[in-house]
């Protein structure tokens, strides 16, 4: 299963609440305001850390690139697609849950 | 006829940009009540601070990059940009992570300025509580 996460952690619970209701294995792919979860050094840094050991965490690249957020900032193991990348995403997994 | 009223505006951003059309309001409006020759300021606080990273480049989305404006704050007089040092801190940046936003200053040969100004949320109450007018983003 995909889940998809699109407000900012610092802003909205959503992300916290896709990570409570998500089951280990399935994936989550942060896109928009969503992609500030991604980086290093904040004050989620280490929920995020603990989700990337039994989740695929994703980070949509352009919504990272509008952001000013450089590839290097981001926390160990998150991995940067694409939209063909989200595309293949959403199809590979049987069910897509957004988290608004 | 007797001087124009000028009155002490903060426009104060809690958005991140892209994702809400917030920020760029935020920014149109401090542009044309400093068009108005009023004294304006702006506050960067929560995910406002994201508003002034640099290097945003939103070509792959289709969406305007408007971050460039920023720069034109400085030749409006608005020439205090105040981002809340713990804002920074809880998401992982610091005053490296923003633009350099510059200013000339006409009291001082037009020697150029930085914009920007970190200060505490201690500071940061001070300041807001010396304001006529506030504007929210």
């Known amino acids: 299963m995909l889940h998809t996460v699109n407000k900012s952690p610092f802003e909205k ?3 916290q609440t896709c990570l409570r209701l998500s089951k280990p294995g399935s994936n989550i792919l942060l896109i928009e305001d969503a992609v500030y ?3 290093a050094g904040t004050s989620i840094s280490g929920v995020v850390t603990t989700a990337i050991q039994d989740h695929g965490v994703y980070a949509l690249g352009p919504d990272l690139a509008s952001r000013g957020i450089d590839e290097t900032s981001l926390l160990e193991g998150i991995e940067v697609v694409d ?3 989200f595309v293949k995403l959403a199809a590979e997994n049987d069910k897509v849950q957004s988290w608004l | 006829m007797s001087d124009p009223i000028i009155k002490r505006f903060m426009y104060i951003n809690r958005r991140a940009p892209y994702g809400t059309i917030y920020s760029v309001e935020g920014l149109e409006v401090a542009l044309v009540g400093a068009a108005f020759e009023q004294d304006v300021s702006m506050a960067f606080i929560d995910d406002g601070v994201y508003q002034l990273k640099k290097n945003q480049d939103s070509s792959a989305t289709g969406i305007k990059n408007f971050s460039p404006a920023y720069r034109a704050l400085g030749d409006y007089d608005v020439t205090r ?3 809340e040092r713990e804002s920074l801190q809880s998401r992982g940046l ?5 633009m350099e936003l510059t200013y000339e200053d ?3 040969d037009w020697a150029e300025k930085p914009s920007i100004r970190i200060v505490s949320g201690t500071e940061l109450a001070d300041i807001i509580a010396d304001q006529d007018v ?3 983003f």
């Open chain 2, 106 to 108: 006409e009291d001082d």
């Open chain 1, 37 to 39: 979860a991604a980086t």
């Open chain 2, 81 to 83: 940009l105040y981002v």
């Open chain 2, 94 to 98: 610091s005053e490296q992570d923003l």
């Open chain 2, 134 to 136: 506030i504007l929210n």
């Open chain 1, 83 to 85: 939209y063909e990348g």
């Open chain 1, 13 to 15: 619970n959503s992300l």
